[in-house]
């Protein structure tokens, strides 16, 4: 139902930053909580922020202070800021979509049930 493509990934030095974009398109839907999730080499996926359709948000400990997710509506985006990068933030990057919570994110974070998923965007982080 619903398409999303992730950009913005790249190589940066530790205490860089990133800001990761992902565009929507096909059926969309205004109440859908999204988010964003990696995968470090040898280790399992995990959530690292949701925002729901009223705009609360989440984050795992890991990432707290030093990442923010945020989406525009109109512009059928979801974006993920993330400052004082450091090695262990280097992953693949997805974003994600889900609309069978009413619009809510109902997970403790890196916990996660998401329906629509892009084909992720590589993130290195070099001491």
């Known amino acids: 139902q619903v398409q999303l493509v992730e950009s913005g990934g790249g190589s940066v030095q530790a205490g860089g930053s990133l800001r990761l974009s992902c565009a929507a398109s096909g059926h969309t839907y205004s109440r859908y909580c999204m988010g964003w999730f990696r995968q470090a080499p040898g280790k399992e996926r995990e959530g690292v922020a949701t925002i729901d359709s009223d705009g609360d948000t989440n984050y795992a400990d890991s990432v707290k202070g030093r990442f923010t997710i945020s989406k525009d509506n109109a512009k059928n985006a979801l974006y993920l800021q993330m400052n004082s990068l450091k090695p262990e933030d280097t992953a693949m990057y997805y974003c994600?979509?889900?609309?069978?919570?009413?619009?809510?994110?109902?997970?403790?974070?890196?916990?996660?049930?998401?329906?629509?998923w892009g084909k992720g965007t590589l993130v290195t982080i070099s001491s």
């Open positions: 994600a979509a889900d609309n069978r919570y009413g619009g809510s994110c109902p997970f403790i974070l890196p916990y996660y049930d998401m329906d629509y």
